[in-house]
């Protein structure tokens, strides 16, 4: 259960996600994280989103977190 549950959790950062600009001028992929930190914990660990897990509201995607988001649309059939 707690696989599905990481994986919707990313589902769910990539949907609700926008595009903005990083300190460097590269576009990155941002999500609010109002999701369990241990879950969020366990996303940053496989390396799917980045960032601080504590301080910031935010987070970003991963380029493997996105692709991985991608495939999990597919998944569960979401369009």
């Known amino acids: 259960m707690e696989e599905q549950i990481k994986e ?3 589902l769910l950062l990539y949907l609700t996600s926008w ?3 990083d300190p460097f001028g590269d576009e990155c992929i941002r999500a609010w994280k109002g999701y369990d930190f241990d879950i ?3 996303l940053k660990d496989e ?3 980045g960032g601080s897990t504590y301080k910031a509201k935010s987070t970003y995607l991963t380029k493997n977190g996105i692709e ?3 495939d999990l649309m ?3 059939n979401v369009n």
Do not use: G
């Open 8 to 10: 919707l959790t990313l």
């Open 47 to 49: 390396n799917l989103i």
């Open 40 to 42: 969020l914990n366990k």
């Open 74 to 76: 597919k998944k569960y």
């Open 68 to 70: 991985k988001a991608k």
């Open 19 to 21: 595009k903005e600009k």
